[in-house]
């Protein structure tokens, strides 16, 4: 018995899912993403093929992302040619991701996904393109549930790639393996160029891509990325319910609300279940931030254990200007456009008593002495920033140079260490005084601790014996937070 073309196969599958939710209408005008790489050629073509089908009016769209130089070059002259060869209107541009990466502080991969995004809206606007097809497939979808999953996501995380995004946002290749793709493509002698990038294995996604996937389908389950792309639907669908059932309690709680800022009444909140009062923490910054990211687990139950506290006001900084302030009754979660470093180093209250807290492992730990708390978090190597131009109350250190469990704690008689960039240890009092802190704040000011040796001056300062060099492999990020 003959098998089914890959090619009849994939439209099948295409059509399927176009079908099941929805992705287009007839008359819709698709801006196509296409980077040149083997899913996005897949995707032009097959969207070229069903064009008369639904009528669909279709042109492409190319971000020249300049990090690879002339590959880089090469990759958009490769999606020029081929938009020519297909009669197909493009919209090209090149823009600097490492410069906009150093001025915003992100991660190599989110500076390039934010402008991929902006260029794809931008261009969809002007001209007038209702959608945005982009070539994401199933075996991207599983390696990000397993990402997140391996970094302690919880459900929002574990849905994965939704095939629908918005009202305008669609990806027809979604339940594609990516071997079906470049089958279909070996079959039409579509060619198609490769990004030498996506072998690095100093990117998490590499690893897991080419390393433990294949270990997990070898000795555990031959279906993995069956397995996890349904996981990734279930979790969307629970999601998806829960935001429905979310929206009374959210409604309940919210006593004021403005584009900048969103106010819970605590007598209605604290009546909550505490998986809801997280999901309604979540949805009250998302209101205000438009969207969740850098804010973690971790930073949810920061929130809550303010609320929860016997003190009856306080206040946290979070990730990209979002502030929350505790004030009686009420918790206020604000976006604030143009925080100053200032109120990030914002005095230390004073205290007549020493303290200190063990750290057993990374988390969040309130020192509630200094009206302060810090966070610990893993991050990866790529995700690091410019350190240079990161604010002074956030530190990273190589993790492997430290030894658990930590502890903070205040000034000791005696304390030193081996400022950053300096040779020699120094006495901390002697550091203080050199950069003029006030002396309340040099009393409980919080110590980080190592093995016995102080690794940084909160808000300052760390040691050189645990900075991040080109040897390292993993980091750990600390920020000081306001409480």
Not at 351 to 369: F, H, M, N, R, W
Not at 426 to 441: C, E, L
């Amino acid at each position: 018995m003959n098998s089914i073309p890959i090619e009849k196969k994939v439209l099948h599958t295409v059509r399927q899912t176009i079908s099941d939710h929805r992705m287009v209408t007839r008359e819709d005008a698709v801006l196509v993403a296409v980077s040149g790489g083997p899913d996005s050629v897949a995707l032009v073509h097959v969207m070229l093929t069903l064009a008369a089908e639904y009528s669909l009016h279709l042109a492409i769209a190319h971000l020249n992302h300049g990090l690879r130089g002339a590959d880089s070059e090469r990759d958009a002259e490769f999606v020029i040619a081929l938009a020519r060869q297909l009669e197909m209107p493009i919209y090209t541009e090149k823009k600097d991701v490492l410069a906009y990466q150093r001025s915003r502080r992100l991660s190599l991969e989110e500076a390039g996904r934010r402008l991929r995004y902006d260029f794809f809206e931008a261009v969809s606007s002007k001209y007038g393109f209702n959608k945005i097809a982009l070539g994401h497939h199933r075996d991207d979808n599983a390696e990000l549930v397993l990402i997140n999953l391996l970094r302690g996501s919880g459900p929002l995380g574990l849905s994965g790639i939704a095939p629908v995004r918005g009202d305008k946002i669609v990806r027809p290749l979604i339940r594609l393996r990516r071997a079906e793709i470049i089958k279909y493509l070996a079959e039409k002698k579509l060619p198609f160029v490769t990004d030498a990038s996506n072998t690095d294995p100093a990117f998490i996604r590499n690893k897991i891509r080419h390393h433990l996937i294949p270990e997990l389908q070898t000795a555990y389950n031959p279906r993995i990325i069956e397995t996890l792309s349904r996981l990734g639907e279930i979790m969307r669908a629970e999601n998806q319910w829960f935001d429905d059932a979310l929206k009374p309690a959210l409604k309940q709680c919210v006593s004021s609300r403005t584009d900048q800022k969103i106010t819970l009444a605590l007598h209605r909140f604290n009546q909550l279940p505490k998986a809801v009062k997280r999901r309604v923490i979540r949805k009250a910054i998302q209101g205000v931030k438009n969207d969740l990211k850098r804010i973690t687990l971790l930073h949810i139950d920061a929130i809550l254990n303010l609320i929860e506290k016997d003190r009856v006001s306080g206040r946290l900084n979070l990730p990209d200007g979002i502030l929350v302030m505790r004030n009686n009754a009420e918790v206020t979660i604000e976006k604030r456009c143009n925080i100053k470093k200032s109120q990030n180093c914002r005095k230390f209250q004073t205290c007549s008593t020493d303290y200190q807290y063990p750290i057993p492992a990374a988390g969040t730990v309130l020192i509630k002495e200094a009206d302060v708390s810090i966070n610990l978090c893993e991050i990866d190597v790529q995700d690091l920033p410019d350190i240079k131009e990161t604010e002074a109350n956030v530190a990273f250190f190589d993790l492997d140079r430290l030894l658990f469990p930590l502890l903070v704690r205040n000034l000791r008689p005696g304390d030193r260490f081996s400022p950053l960039g300096v040779n020699g240890t120094q006495k901390v009092k002697k550091y203080f005084i050199n950069h003029k802190i006030p002396a309340a704040q040099r009393r409980i000011c919080p110590l980080l601790l190592s093995g016995g040796n102080i690794i940084w001056i909160a808000g300052h300062r760390i040691d050189n014996a645990v900075k991040v060099s080109p040897q390292t492999r993993r980091v750990l990020k600390a920020e000081l937070l306001l409480a």
